[in-house]
Nanobody, 124 residues
Framework: QVHLAESGGGLVQAGGSLRLSCAASGRTFSTLAMGWFRQAPGKEREFVAAISRGGYSTYYADSVKGRFTISRDNAKNTVYLQMNSLKPEDTAVYYC?????????????????WGQGTQVTVSS
């Protein structure tokens, strides 16, 4: 079993930045691919970004490419999402996810474990 705990959400003005963190426990972190998803009110959960087990490969949704950066520190069992140039449409609950398979990382079904989520609100 893997436990994921997100932090770093909050309220920010458009154009601002936030950094989300997700601390993992319960399994060797380097064996897990990690991803971030988000869900806005009334919308389906959508892929935001993902990173491979070793951190050598990253993937982004087109809507965040160039603004968000995913990274991981395997020594700290933590994955990060640096969000810059935030827009009101980025407002959502952001979820951290961990996957054992390590493939198809843009798809939520590839992930085995999920955090509780952290709210990000971007005001205009």
């Amino acid at each position: 079993q893997v436990h994921l705990a997100e932090s770093g959400g909050g309220l920010v003005q458009a154009g601002g930045s936030l950094r989300l963190s997700c601390a993992a426990s319960g399994r060797t972190f380097s064996t897990l691919a990690m991803g971030w998803f988000r869900q806005a009110p009334g919308k389906e959960r959508e892929f935001v970004a993902a990173i491979s087990r070793g951190g050598y490969s990253t993937y982004y949704a087109d809507s965040v490419k160039g603004r968000f950066t995913i990274s991981r520190d395997n020594a700290k069992n933590t994955v990060y999402l640096q969000m810059n140039s935030l827009k009101p449409e980025d407002t959502a609950v952001y979820y951290c996810a961990a996957g054992v398979a390590g493939v198809g990382l843009a798809s939520a079904v590839r992930y085995d474990y999920w955090g509780q989520g952290t709210q990000v609100t971007v005001s205009s």
